[in-house]
């Protein structure tokens, strides 16, 4: 973890794409989090799309957002995640669940800084940092045909791979320290302990 900490302070005031890598809940958005509030866009939203939860038809309009009518249900226009994280940061969590036709326009916006909402026809420029994050093997994605190459390069300029607890148990007690005096602190008791035999 140590080693992560470090990666986040060099990355954090350059402009790089990072993708970060590990388990569900090792704390991969913890770790875009901490990138973006110690990098220079830090005074704006991190805007952030959970691409997993988000249906296959609806992931372009959620990210370029859509003009009013270009579809059913287009009741009104929408402004998207790259437009609302201009001058800001962009954290596309679960990357690797993204469809492979929103994959080609994360690319294009990626390598030309341009969008198109769903729907319109006009170039809207935008200023983005992009930071992912996925619990996949995106190398086995990419030789399955389910994850573009060349957006995997894009995006892996910088990895941070965070490692499950079971491979940092040293973290535990410290862990147990922290979430007691929380827990203590909010309900207003005197701080708990655990014994040797308690945290092993």
């Keep these: 973890i140590k080693h992560v900490l470090s990666l986040i302070e060099r990355v954090a005031n350059t ?6 890598t590990g388990e569900n809940g090792t704390g991969k958005e913890l770790v875009a989090k901490a990138i973006h509030k110690k990098s220079e866009r830090a005074d704006k ?20 957002g859509h003009e009013k009518g270009s579809f059913t249900g287009a009741a009104q226009k929408r402004i998207g995640k790259f ?11 679960e990357v690797g669940d993204m469809s ?11 390598e030309e800084g341009v969008i198109e909402r769903v729907g319109g026809n006009s170039k809207i420029s935008v200023n983005v940092r992009i930071l992912s994050a996925t619990n996949k093997d995106l190398k086995h994605e990419i030789a ?11 995006l892996n300029v910088i990895p941070i791979n965070v490692p499950p607890l079971r491979e940092r148990k040293t973290d535990i007690p410290l862990l147990v320290k922290h979430f007691t005096n929380k827990i ?6 005197p701080v708990k302990n655990f014994d040797d035999k308690a945290i092993k």
């Design 83 to 93: 437009e609302q994280a201009n001058g800001s940061t962009l954290f596309l969590d």
């Design 15 to 20: 402009e790089s794409r990072v993708l970060i």
């Design 184 to 189: 203590c602190s909010q309900n207003k008791m």
């Design 100 to 110: 492979l036709q929103a994959q080609a326009k994360v690319l294009r916006a990626i």
């Design 45 to 64: 939203e991190l805007i952030e799309v959970n691409c997993a939860a988000i249906p296959n038809e609806l992931i372009e309009s959620e990210l370029f």
């Design 144 to 154: 399955e045909g389910n994850f573009r190459e060349d957006l995997f390069h894009r």
